[in-house]
């Protein structure tokens, strides 16, 4: 999940129940404290509630470096340079009060079904995470916003939430079992997602379950198809860090990338 911005000029302290206070501005999201459990594993910065076992530290590390090369090499993007902070929550509590309190545009509503929350402010990239038994795939997806966003800051939703659950998956397969099973179980709905509705979405509160899997469906298509798909999309995504007008994301456009290899 994805939030930008920050109100100028606000400063906001959150004290919580973690052993070091967080302090959060426009420019940075910063950490003091007496003292701050700050370990850094291969470049990434992680802020935990008492020390962590390097493995476990590592193995998360790996995971998102994993990410950004897969992505660079499947879509032609730059893997990041900037410094990653992750902030590692145990208790959902904890983690919906900073969040939220930090994060004005974050609902309560938002963070109580969420494990994992991306920010982009100022050109400094955030990662929130709460610990459970996915928070191997929650890594991999908010690493792939990571990536996304900061190649192109204005891409749009049905991009970056779809290839966000395309990278999901530790074996690399593009798959999403949970995008599968909200496609196949909608009672009510037999047609695909319409792909214009999709395109045309600009925040995350427009998307209902099964808009949300459509947009992995729509990345799945693009990117396990190696001679039709996966070149319209690197040429989406190029457009999109050049600048320039997409190409416009039609029916047609999608038959021609899913047009079997």
Request: hydrophobic share 40%; glycine share 4%; with cysteine.
């Amino acid at each position: 999940m994805l939030h930008r911005g920050c109100p100028n000029g606000v400063i906001a302290v959150c004290q919580l129940t973690l052993p070091f206070v967080l302090l959060t501005t426009c420019n940075v999201i910063a950490v003091a404290g007496d003292p701050p459990e700050i370990q850094v594993v291969s470049g990434i910065e992680f802020v935990t509630e008492g020390n962590r076992p390097y493995a476990e530290l590592n193995h998360l590390a790996a995971e998102f470096l994993a990410v950004s090369r897969k992505m660079a090499a499947d879509l032609e993007l730059s893997i990041p340079s900037q410094t990653v902070r992750i902030f590692l929550f145990r208790d959902r509590r904890k983690f919906a009060k900073f969040v939220t309190e930090h994060i004005p545009s974050v609902r309560t509503v938002d963070v109580a079904v969420r494990h994992g929350i991306f920010l982009l402010r100022q050109g400094h990239p955030y990662i929130f995470l709460l610990e459970s038994k996915d928070i191997v795939r929650t890594v991999r997806h908010e690493a792939a916003h990571v990536v996304l966003n900061l190649n192109s800051p204005d891409v749009p939703i049905w991009v970056d939430e779809g290839l966000a659950q395309c990278y999901e998956s530790p074996s690399g397969d593009y798959d999403s079992p949970q995008a599968r099973k909200i496609l196949k179980w909608d009672w009510l709905r037999r047609d695909e997602p319409e792909i214009a509705e999709l395109v045309g979405m600009t925040n995350m509160q427009q998307l209902t379950p099964r808009d949300y899997a459509g947009c992995w469906e729509l990345a799945y298509h693009l990117l396990t198809n190696e001679q039709n798909g996966k070149p319209l999309l690197r040429s989406y995504m190029a457009a999109l860090r050049e600048k320039r007008e997409p190409p416009r994301i039609t029916q047609e456009w999608i038959r021609v990338a899913s047009t079997p290899r």
